[in-house]
């Protein structure tokens, strides 16, 4: 039986999202993928979609409502990769109770404002030059490690060198799961 894995979308959804094909060409022979447009889970519908307007639609309630409607469509254990925004929203629902196997999360923008981790196998991925990177001492003190990317920023879940790197981890993972079945 494969693994299912949850892919929560950047604030964009699936409008500027051609780089999530990459992802899925990796990962679709050896996970059952269900893909979730950040904008749909949050409510999010501005008239102007400038990067402003849609971030200050999820700052003011979106991400509440994105992660709300997480909890209520996903109620089985699975896991998650999710990038930026969508990131902010897994981490958020696994706090609240989601049911989650792992959490990948690249350059989630606001879990810098939680003050605990979720009891969950992590790896939380962010470019030397994100400026919305955790500090070190926030993870000290919420007990996470970050894996930082040197010569990156914000969007470095787009390079192909990273989709790589993130899908080959990802796929060591499901294959150790299936090596331990079979054994």
């Not at 500027?16 to 059952?32: C, E, K, P, V």
């Not at 979106?62 to 998650?80: C, F, M, R, S, W």
């Not at 609240?96 to 979720?118: D, H, V």
Request: net charge negative; with cysteine; glycine share 8%.
């Amino acid at each position: 039986m494969t693994e299912k894995l949850v892919v929560i979308s950047d604030m964009w959804g699936a409008k500027r999202g051609l780089w999530i094909a990459s992802y899925f060409g990796y990962l679709q022979q050896y996970y059952d993928i269900v893909f979730h447009d950040c904008q749909q889970l949050g409510g999010i519908d501005v008239p102007l979609g400038t990067e402003e307007n849609i971030h200050k639609a999820f700052v003011d309630g979106g991400i509440d409502t994105a992660v709300a409607q997480l909890l209520k469509k996903e109620t089985k254990p699975a896991h998650y990769l999710a990038f930026s925004t969508g990131g902010t929203i897994a981490y958020r629902a696994a706090l609240q109770g989601l049911p989650m196997k792992s959490l990948t999360s690249i350059s989630a923008t606001r879990i810098r404002l939680e003050n605990q981790r979720p009891r969950v196998p992590m790896n939380l991925i962010y470019g030397e030059y994100d400026e919305f990177m955790p500090s070190q001492k926030w993870a000290q003190e919420v007990g996470v490690d970050l894996n930082v990317v040197p010569h990156f920023g914000h969007s470095l879940y787009t390079d192909e060198k990273i989709i790589s790197e993130v899908c080959l981890a990802l796929l060591e993972q499901v294959t150790q799961v299936v090596t331990k079945k079979v054994v």
